[in-house]
């Protein structure tokens, strides 16, 4: 998804010309040399080489990437240069070899058959081990003084609640980054509701949302997602949409259906697949835990830890784990 949603975390996308230049601002650029790819050798174990990681904008993914790129340099002597890019940007990198992973994807099952089954420049290398919840959430003290609000057949007898000055008279369905995996405008429209979806900008926008709106008990529904830190200090209360079943939101524009429970997964370039390099190892072997990702998210966001600091506290802390993920020669 998903979207880092902390502010440092903004991707752009640049065209130049005939050529695509993804940019990961204040980051490397894809489409700039940024040194050898790892290379394999007859087939046989390479040096790590330059191992270019991508960076999706939500602090989840943030931890994914700064614990693999922790290991990555202090275990296998690997050049990480992490790129801030926004999911589908990110995708496209796979193309050129530019993006050699993307260590947290949300479904994005139209991305997987363009990159992996038509343009075969990129392969799936299974788990993170996270599972993802994707839905629309109320604050705790809304749920308790309106226990019917989590059915979302009575979310329009509540409209009138969530008006805001950008809500254009409906009530307000908060969204996180435009670039998340959303059906939200789809859904509403489906489901007849009289909402109008507001995009908050980013993760960090919908977390102080959601704070405050607990601490004032003022209204407020919106997009959110689970692994995230922030359910271990305000416990979100998911609404109920339909109940997604196989194929209900085969149709972006149809969607009528919740979103299924995602087992998140890592992405590859086909070209480091096929590399040698013991990072793809470390990213193929790479799986933990919704709690362990949430630990890292909180060292980074509430903790006032950089991810090199809260990668480095958490990798000290679980030797046993990071040693299942090392290729063999190095574990």
Not at 123 to 149: H, L, R, S
Not at 171 to 198: H, Y
Not at 222 to 243: A, I, N, R
Request: include cysteine.
């Amino acid at each position: 998804m998903a979207v880092s949603w902390i502010a440092g975390l903004r991707a752009c996308a640049v065209v130049a010309g005939a050529a695509l230049l993804l940019s990961g601002c204040g980051g490397a650029k894809v489409g700039e040399d940024t040194g050898a790819q790892a290379s394999g050798d007859g087939g046989g174990k390479s040096a790590c080489g330059t191992f270019n990681l991508a960076v999706n904008p939500w602090v989840g993914y943030e931890a994914n990437a700064a614990v693999i790129a922790h290991v990555a340099e202090k275990e296998l002597g690997c050049n990480v240069v992490k790129k801030d890019l926004k999911e589908e940007v990110a995708w496209q990198g796979f193309a050129t070899g530019e993006v050699d992973a993307i260590v947290e994807n949300w479904g994005h099952e139209d991305l997987k058959k363009k990159y992996i089954d038509e343009q075969k420049v990129a392969v799936a290398v299974g788990p993170t081990g996270n599972k993802g919840v994707i839905g629309w959430f109320v604050p705790p003290w809304m749920a308790e003084k309106y226990p019917d609000i989590t059915d979302w057949k009575n979310l329009n007898k509540y409209a009138d609640l969530f008006k805001t000055s950008e809500s254009g008279g409906k009530g307000q369905l908060l969204d996180g980054d435009p670039s998340f995996v959303t059906n939200d405008e789809a859904l509403v429209k489906n489901l007849k509701l009289d909402f109008k979806v507001v995009y908050a900008g980013s993760e960090a926008a919908l977390i102080t949302a959601f704070r405050q709106a607990e601490k004032q008990k003022t209204p407020l529904i919106g997009y959110f997602y689970d692994p995230q830190w922030f359910m271990s200090e305000v416990k979100l209360v998911k609404v109920d949409l339909p109940e997604w079943t196989e194929g209900c939101d085969a149709d972006a524009a149809k969607v009528a259906c919740d979103y299924p429970v995602y087992d998140l997964d890592k992405i590859v370039s086909k070209k480091f697949a096929d590399s040698g390099s013991p990072a793809y190892e470390l990213v193929k072997n790479f799986n933990w835990t919704n709690d362990d990702q949430n630990v890292v998210s909180k060292y980074i966001s509430e903790d006032g830890m950089t991810a090199e600091q809260a990668a480095e506290k958490w990798v000290a802390d679980n030797p046993d784990k990071i040693k299942a993920w090392l290729p063999a020669a190095a574990g």
